[in-house]
């Protein structure tokens, strides 16, 4: 049963834009608990060196975290989705702003090019930010 729950996670995390080996350590340690790297490895037969690096991106992404036990590293799964979802809208709100206001800078003739552009990503940017949504959904 677990590996059915873990297999879904893993998918909804590559959907979500994780690698492979990203989504299935997250979810591994997501229905597992805490473990080491080793264990990690071991379980899905990754090499070690690519665990780690797999662990350390998404620790700088902030879905893992961990702590010192016993001279030992423990991951452990972020499993506060609604702040993961949160973090990556923002970060997406924030991208989509910026490339709007490189569109607004260019000169007339490329900005015009790019304006039906501009004004989907704006709306874009107002549904996200729940400004879009119909009355009974927000």
Do not use: Q
Not at 92 to 107: A, D, G, P, Y
Request: one cysteine or more; aromatic letters at 8%; a positive charge.
């Amino acid at each position: 049963m677990s590996e059915k729950i873990r297999k879904k996670l893993s998918n909804v995390l590559k959907e979500w834009g994780l690698g492979e080996a990203e989504a299935e350590i997250f979810a591994t340690l997501a229905t597992s608990g805490g473990l080491t790297a080793k264990e990690i490895s071991d379980e899905l037969g990754y090499a070690y060196s690519t665990t780690i690096n797999c662990l350390n991106n998404l620790r700088r992404m902030g879905y893992v975290e961990r702590s010192k036990e016993k001279r030992k590293f423990i991951y452990f799964a972020n499993t506060d989705f609604a702040g993961l979802v949160e973090r990556e809208i923002k970060k997406m709100t924030s991208s989509l702003k910026e490339i709007v206001r490189e569109i607004h800078k260019l000169e007339d003739r490329y900005r015009n090019k790019l304006k039906e552009l501009a004004v989907r990503i704006e709306k874009a940017i107002k549904y996200i930010e729940g400004k879009g949504l119909p009355e009974g959904l927000k």
